[in-house]
């Protein structure tokens, strides 16, 4: 008989971000913790701010030029320097057996950084997260409630929480 480990309980680190550049400045935060390769989803209602999320982390990680959402193309990857990333958007997917059609598997390993917006699109199909962030509206800015759900998570979530005592 195997066991199965999970993570210990750990308390999710809520980040509340003022505007974009907050957020911006928030993701290069997260990018640092990211580079060793992670699975993170990202939760919340259009306009939320997950793209944004996105965008500064793979800018964070080097990537130079534009990152938009990839809804009509299901993912986008990212060669950077420490690490090969893929942004997946979620949103439009019919059904996630759609995913196996396009080798969604071949994605994942422990070396890559794949940021995905509507991860429950993909339920059933998709690899457990190391981080799910939860993005909805504080004031006139952002709240992020960041949950690890690995060990790697617990790793990731507990330098973050370093930095927001």
């Not at 999320?53 to 990212?78: C, F, I, M, N």
């Not at 893929?86 to 994605?107: N, S, T």
């Not at 059933?124 to 960041?146: A, M, T």
Request: charged share 20%; net charge negative.
């Amino acid at each position: 008989m195997s066991s199965v480990s999970f993570p210990p309980q750990v308390q999710p680190l809520i980040v509340r971000v003022a505007d974009e550049a907050a957020m911006l400045m928030w993701a290069a935060q997260l990018a640092a913790e990211l580079k060793q390769g992670a699975v993170v989803y990202l939760h919340g209602n259009l306009g939320m701010g997950k793209t944004t999320l996105s965008r500064g982390v793979l800018h964070a990680l080097g990537h130079q030029g534009a990152v938009k959402s990839p809804t009509y193309t299901l993912v986008e990857p990212y060669e950077l320097a420490e690490v090969q990333a893929y942004h997946f958007d979620l949103y439009r997917l019919a059904d996630p057996e759609e995913l196996e059609f396009m080798g969604i598997r071949d994605y994942f390993d422990a070396q890559s950084l794949c940021l995905v917006e509507w991860p429950e699109k993909g339920a059933g199909i998709l690899p457990r997260p190391d981080l799910e962030i939860c993005l909805s509206r504080w004031q006139d800015g952002r709240e992020l409630e960041v949950s690890a759900t690995s060990e790697r998570g617990v790793q990731m979530l507990n330098a973050l929480s370093a930095l927001h005592p």
